[in-house]
Each structure stands twice: as C-alpha cells, then as structure tokens.
C-alpha cells in the first residue's frame, strides 16, 4: 500500500497508520531522476520507532546491467504500456514502454527480476513470474511480456444470509490455470471495493477459457466464510463478522 511522501531537497517524510495492525514493515525505495542510482531499505514495524528519532541514510548505487523488456500483444508491440517489475529485492519498479513497446531496466549488482507485470487502458493484461512454469531464462538480457485480451469480471461479496456486504475493500490475483498458477501480478484496480449492492467489476480480467483467482479481503469489519464460488457468472466471496480481539 504506498503512502505519501513529502520531498525537501534529498530530504523525505511521510506518515505510517501506526494505530492500524494490517501491517508489519514498510519499503522505501529512492532513485535518480535518470534512474541510473537506486537504493531500497525495508524496515520491520518495531525498529521505526528509532528511525524516527535518528532518520534513515539511503546511499545510491550505480547498475551493473540492463533488461530489455519487450511488451507484445498479437505479435506487435504495444507503446505506452504500464510496467510493474518486481527485483528480487521486493523493489517495485515502473515503466511506460517506448514506441517499439520496450522498456530498459537497469539492475544493481546480485540483483535480479522475480516478476513482470503490464498493462493498458484498453484494457489489455499481463505478466508472470520467474519462478513458475513455463520456465524462461532470468538470466537473458531480453524478455518478452505478451499482453491478453480482457473482459470485465463481477465480484460480489455477501453475508452468510445472502446479503449484499457494501464497502468491502479486496485484492484481487489472478493466474493462469492449473498446474502453473502463474500470477500476472496487481495493478492499482487489482484493490477493489464493492458498492452498496455488494458488487465491484474489474476490467482486467483476462478473456481465457480457464482463469484462477482469488481475493484477499483487507477488512476490519469482516473475513472469509469458506471457499469463493461461481454463481450466474459472478465470482461471489461469502463473508462473516470479523471476531474483535480481547
């Protein structure tokens, strides 16, 4: 979940909801405006306290190499499309590809990629991770993103009664098939809330026969209530009150 930063020359600020518990560390992530330097620091909730009071240093490193990445729909390439790329330092870096539909992204030393994930208003998805099948080389210095023709896909969460449960916020993940479940990764409509009927549609959801996904429920007010099922078309979550601890 990102969270507003605050930039005074190389100095940042931002606030952290220390009176949610949905949450165990944050990420910070910094690079150069020509994306040549990069540093990232991941921080575990108890030791904010004392980077509060002391700040936190981040030192910027140079690449040691590049990826080309290449997004492709129908064998053509696609330009302007959204890239999400996550390293195998849990960065999260993003891209818009160029006219010929490609990307550079450089690496910092013993770094490499675990994911690709792209995107288009049209809407067009895709993406995958290294290490689920089909196998592909991580250690190519050129990887192809095929894009999917989409559909719009209803989601409906509902009581134990069959009652429409309004604002349920939810992230949605969605893969190939059995056996792979190989996850084209989340977008920012992948977070979802359903409206006063219970319902939420994303526009991502790729047009395949086979399609597996599943929704994480980020509420406070209610947790899943056995499996998901598909009823009619729609992918329906049953809910039930969340338990308050004592």
Not at 23 to 49: F, M, N, T, Y
Not at 106 to 119: K, R, V
Not at 168 to 187: C, D, K, R, W
Not at 189 to 203: D, L
Request: with cysteine; glycine share 4%; aromatic share 10%.
């Amino acid at each position: 979940e990102p969270v507003a930063v605050q930039l005074d020359g190389n100095l940042f600020e931002f606030w952290l909801p220390v009176y949610r518990g949905d949450w165990h560390s944050v990420r910070i992530q910094a690079e150069s405006k020509d994306a040549a330097l990069r540093a990232c620091v991941q921080l575990r909730r108890p030791a904010l306290r004392q980077v509060a009071m002391n700040k936190q240093v981040l030192s910027l490193q140079p690449s040691s190499r590049s990826v080309i990445a290449k997004v492709v729909h129908d064998n053509s390439p696609v330009a302007n499309a959204n890239l999400n790329v996550v390293t195998s330092g849990h960065q999260v870096l993003q891209f818009q590809s160029d006219p010929s539909g490609s990307a550079r992204i450089n690496l910092l030393p013993n770094e490499t990629i675990d994911s690709f994930t792209a995107w288009t208003d049209k809407p067009l998805f895709g993406g995958f991770q290294f290490s689920r099948e089909p196998v592909r080389d991580e250690s190519a210095d050129s990887q192809t993103i095929e894009l999917h023709t989409c559909r719009e896909q209803k989601f409906r969460v509902v009581d134990g009664q069959g009652n429409a449960c309004s604002d349920v916020e939810m992230h949605l993940q969605v893969a190939t098939p059995p056996p792979n479940f190989n996850y084209l990764g989340s977008i920012e409509a992948s977070r979802m809330v359903t409206n006063q009927y219970g319902e939420s549609v994303f526009r991502w959801f790729p047009d395949w026969k086979d399609v597996y996904c599943y929704v994480d429920l980020e509420s406070d007010q209610w947790v899943s209530d056995g499996a998901p099922k598909w009823i009619d078309g729609d992918f329906v979550v049953q809910v039930k009150p969340r338990k308050l601890r004592r």
